[in-house]
């Protein structure tokens, strides 16, 4: 059961091959059995999930589902939920529920969806390998020693592993598809503004995005279809239809355009690598693609600007985590001061506390100009550097992550080595345009992820794109043994 | 030495709209603490703000007003620090764009001339809610139903040079952002509140000397208070050879004087930077006619017209149109009256607003209507009735004894231009007094005074003084 | 770009942090090392170019005035560490 496809489920629930209820108990089983090893949830939510399998139930019943109403799926506990606490991997946040609900969970749930539980992150989604979170390490389900990719590590984990059939994920920089490449799933990152942020924990409120994570590009554009739409509390979210994803699927890829950057492939990629990149690439060729050469110039500075515009962003966005109306408390305050500096000290780790120094230090008195001026003025070479590579391709392929997942504790010691983990995924946010990760091959045994980035609101390509590919291979069908 | 004050002022006015700037939660002052404070308000995790387009509409109307442009594109931009009564640890503002660019306004002073203030630009922002420093067992309570407010900053450029101007020029914003409807004016409630940037420099030098930013002021007395406080502490500091140091200083009304405030100061760098979370403001042409056709006439347009219109000093007109109320009421009253706009004015801004003054009543509240104090001006110039007798008048009329008609009537109060029965009334009074008509006629021409009095006070004051005069000349002379 | 102890306890002020004496050295390191990585955006010359502070160009949409959020007080300090009287306490503010 916990291989099927949302269709194949839908289908099942439809049918009366299985109720609701019946799925949510399977899969509240594989998270009790396997759960605790990968650490991939932070809260269960077991009671409501069957009451909401219930619902969903009657629904069917009374011939009133949708496509995906009674399917099970997981949230990454950034998402707030209504009476569930929403940590966002973060000591400061570990005693928050917040008394509203996420425009994503809302939709989901609208739609009929179970949750099943809230899944672990890197505090604040600020890391690339689910290192950071207060609630421990999240363990790759294809080698428990290697880390999952961040910062929606437990969602990625999760569905890698079946224990649920989708999950959410936000991508800053890379947090959906980074982790989907190190876990062998399929993620995708909307276009900035595709998706309402309401209800979201901000990280960096103009990179932030919020998209599924699933076991194939399908999946994908059945949740994302669901998942996004105009949003009157979001400011930064497009008023403009959303098209019917599935529709698009089928459409064959005679003379799509594909464009490989140079810069991608240049003497720092990894041979092996290259070769599953290659590899997909010539899969693309044989539908009947057209592979176009182009320049990204400024790839290189995507990184240093990011880690000037996201801390910026970030600093001011958790300031609000102040200890006076909710989040952690230091014990007996001295002075307000002292409420300050102790209750975020506390409550904030090492990470979150670097980038907000970082961020704080870069827009501080004498030094704007020279990082975040400078950092927005980068942001715009970067973005026109997609912009005119979209005037000759249809989308642009790459690999999503420079490597297979490292080790565990392997770069916690060195932050600079960990950002560039996210060297092919940073640059997609900071132009706002929609990028994917599709399972491509395996390296050492771990999954490689292969990068399809589209132009704005092209997401009808990339899923097309990307279940034509899954159509001639089953590197997102494979599921590692121990969970399988 | 002669030291030159040089002042600038930077206003809030809160925006009468319904709901606050970012959210849907209500303005209304005076409720419980912290029920009026949503989830965006209180800065809560993932929830976001969305603008208000009221606080817009509102910021244009005072663009407009003041002869600024109002921005096609303004920015909102988030001014970082630390504060419990500022929940989400940055201010909404806006900084290196503001909505409303350069205007001016002109301000009338004591001795009737006007001069014009430059407004350098307004620009919108959210307010933040209040601490309470009441005993909870030592702590401070945050009450955060202020917080999200929307507040239009009015910055000033520095063309004060006396408390009084800077008096003159809030009261003139003060009077502005009424008349427009853009704010209630309420400065007991927090509603309209400035700060004051106070400097002083030898008079002839160019070039400014350093100033204290004066927080915390909320009434028209404190500003010239604190104004002139801060002065003397300014020349006492300057020439006993010490420095003015740049810094925010809070007004203390109780003790009348202004302290620094350090720890404000104290690391003052809000990192400025646009918020991502707000798009930028796009303003168009169509947006702003609308709000165009929708503007009240404006004070000065106002003051200058009754200037032209019933010929009144720019100071009456300015006096006049201190409110849309008072204007009203005027040009009310001026309709009834017949063509007597100046006797009009008189009556307004002297023995009504004096009455008013006394028993602490606004326009509205008039005893007196409009239509009364038109009608009683109509009849001195009829001379029906004469000046002093109109005193009479319009104190029974306050008194709510009818209109200026019925109580002439009523009193028996109608003026006497009968010419015969006023030449009885001298006849008895010559023949009643030989040895001052005798005086009289030798040359003592002060004793003419002393006939027209008899005459009155024989006619009770109601014979036409005119025809007194005349008429008494024209007997004596026959003498 | 290297920043020292002073540097990082300045920032940490500025952002109200607690950093332990403990760890100031190894944040001075690993931020200087963050520095450093941004420094290379100094390759790239930007005069005249516009700095973008939105993935897309769009202008704020504009909500009516309205109130439509009602009272939600006693949910929102369900969450506040201390409360009373419908206000949240914290230490003593000195103006």
Redesign the interface.
Known sequence: MHTKSLAQLAQGLQAGEFTSVELTHRYLERIDEFGPDLNCFITTTADLALQQAQAADARIAAGEAGPLTGIPLAHKDI??TRGVR?S?GSRM?D??????E?NVSEQLARAGMVMLGKTNMDEFAMGSSNETSYYGAVKNPWNLAAVPGGSSGGSAVAVAARLTPIATGTDTGGSIRQPAALCGITGIKPT??RVS??????F????DQAGPMTQSAEDAALVLGAMAGFD?????C??QPVPDYMAGLEQDLKGLRIGLPKEYFSDGLDNEMARVIDDAIAVFRDLGAELVEISLP?T??A???Y??VAP??C??N??????????Y?CED??????????S???G?G?EV??R???G??????GY?D????????????I?DDFKQAFEQVDVIMGPTSPSVAFNIGEKSE???SM?LSDIYTIAVN????PGMSVPAGFINELPAGLQIIGN?FDETRLLNVAHQYQQQTDWHRRIPEQFS | MEWEVVIGLEIHAQLATQSKIFSAASTAYGAEPNTQACAVDLGLPGVLPVLNEQAVVMASRFGLAIGAQVAPRSVFARKNYFYPDLPKGYQISQFELPIVGQGSIEIELEDGSSKTIGITRAHLEEDAGKSLHEDFHDMTGVDLNRAGTPLLEIVSEPDMRSPAEAVAYMKKIHSLVRYIEICDGNMQEGSFRCDANVSIRPKGQEEFGTRAELKNINSFRFVEKAIQYEIERQIDVLEGGGEVVQETRLYDSAKNETRSMRSKEEANDYRYFPDPDLLPLEVDAAFLEEVRKTLPELPDEKKHRFMKEYGLSAYDAGVLTASRELAAYYEDAASAGGDQPKLVANWVSGELAALLNKNNLDITESPVSAAMLGGLVKRIADETISGKIAKTVFEAMWNGEGDADAIIESKGLKQITDTGAIEKVIDDIIAANPAQVEQLLAGKDKLMGFFVGQVMKATQGKANPGQVNSLLREKLKQK | MSLDADDVAKIAHLARLEISQDNVAEYARNLSSILDLVEQMSAVSTEGVEPMAHPLSLAQRLRPDVVTETDQRDAFQHNGPQVEAGLYLVPKVIE
Do not use: W
């Open positions: 998402f707030c929403t966002c946040l005693n928050f529920i917040a008394p509203y996420s900035y503004g942020r309401y209800g979201m924990v901000a960096a409120s103009s990179l009157q509390r979001d400011s930064t497009v008023e400024n290189t500075l990184v240093p600007t880690y000037v910026a962003e600093s001011s958790l300031s609000r985590f102040d200890g006076v109306r909710y989040g408390r305050p001295q002075d307000l001061e002292d409420l300050y500096k102790r975020r000290g506390e904030f090492d506390k670097r907000i120094m970082i704080t230090y870069a827009l501080s008195a704007y020279a990082y975040y001026l400078k950092a927005q003025q980068l942001r715009h070479l973005s060195d932050p600079v950002y900071l132009a706002g345009l704005y």
